[in-house]
């Protein structure tokens, strides 16, 4: 199978808008080379030796590859990324002399070189992410690894967004907490709230590829029996009844994690409360920093309450309690 091969030169600063809006254009995946040289520091932070050699990208830019099917229609793409990029000077950024180019590549040759890029990472005081070709010992006392293969098609797991989602659960889970991942991706939140002493996971996605990844992934790291993946979104589980036996999550649960866009999660606040226990925890992220106001609005609105909310980078987290008195 052949791939869409888009590659994009803007700014290193911009990485973080430039990333996002590949993903929501519908990038399969994104790579992303900075510019080095020999006086540029690297990360030794794992005593690894660099063999990488410096490259000719101009200073202060980075070369962002992403991915598309090959169905896709890439020139309308193209238009809407020039699109936001030269709009990203509203947001307090700057694109920079970018291009943009369309290629291709085989499926093969993508899958063995975007690995170079990931290396194990740690998220939390706790939580370590591990590529499985990686070999890592842990170096913390009391270190969890959850250990990903995240296909072609979805992300590490290191990106903001989910990172903002594992440390809530870090500090949310206290054992035995039953727990919905909506969005789930390559599974890697509800592998977190395994490692961490959650007793239950129902792991959804609305995309059966992701639900695939994510089941892989989840067995890789030895919760096959405790945690069910679903081809559905949070309403269609409401719809089914008030008990899954087969995951043993039933939809009145202590935590429920969504690591989406700012838009879809405004679309469905008043399911999330639906589910929670009394006294529940929200954790959602995938939120950039100009949407933070009305998405703190609509979970007031709903009647949760901010518990805390934690920002990485340009990214922000809402940790939101449902009311104790709340009735089930």
Same mark, same amino acid.
């Given at each position: ?10 700014t290193?600063? /911009? ?53 598309? /099917?090959?169905?896709? !229609? ?15 000077p ?10 943009i ?9 993508w899958?063995?070189?975007?690995? !170079? ?35 072609m ?59 695939k990844?994510?089941?892989e ?61 009394p ?21 007031l ?28």
């Amino acid at each position: 199978m052949r791939w869409h091969e888009l590659t994009v030169l803007a700014t290193e600063t /911009s990485q973080e808008m430039v990333t996002h809006y590949l993903t929501e254009l519908g990038a399969g995946g994104v790579t992303i080379e900075e510019a080095w040289s020999a006086d540029k520091p690297r990360d030794n932070l794992y005593g690894e030796l660099h063999d990488t050699p410096t490259n000719d990208i101009r200073p202060g830019y980075a070369v962002f590859k992403a991915y598309f /099917s090959e169905d896709t !229609q890439m020139e309308p793409i193209a238009e809407q990324l020039k699109d936001l990029l030269n709009g990203l000077p509203e947001y307090g950024f700057d694109a920079g002399e970018f291009t943009i180019d369309i290629g291709s590549v085989h499926e093969d040759d993508w899958a063995d070189a975007w690995k !170079q890029y990931f290396k194990p990472v740690p998220i939390t005081e706790r939580l370590t992410i591990k590529p499985t070709w990686e070999d890592y010992e842990p170096i913390r006392e009391g270190e969890l690894i959850i250990e990903i293969d995240p296909g072609m098609a979805f992300g590490t797991g290191t990106h903001p967004t989910t990172a903002l989602c594992l440390k809530a659960l870090d500090r949310a889970i206290d054992g035995g907490e039953t727990v919905i991942d909506v969005g789930t991706g390559s599974g890697v939140l509800a592998i977190g709230a395994m490692k961490l002493g959650a007793s239950k996971v129902l792991a959804l996605d609305l995309d059966p590829v992701a639900v695939k990844v994510a089941g892989e992934n989840i067995a890789l790291n030895g919760y096959a029996d405790e945690v069910e993946t679903k081809v559905s979104d949070l309403l269609g589980i409401l719809t089914e009844g008030d008990e899954r036996p087969d995951s043993g999550v039933k939809p009145s649960v202590d935590i429920v994690v969504a690591n989406i866009l700012a838009e879809i999660i405004l679309l469905f606040i008043g399911d999330v409360m639906e589910v929670l226990k009394p006294g529940g925890i929200y954790i959602t992220s995938g939120i950039y920093k100009n949407k933070e106001l009305i998405v703190e609005a609509g979970l007031l609105a709903a009647g949760f309450e901010i518990i805390e909310v934690l920002r990485q980078e340009e990214w922000i987290a809402f940790v939101a309690g449902k009311p104790k008195g709340d009735s089930e």
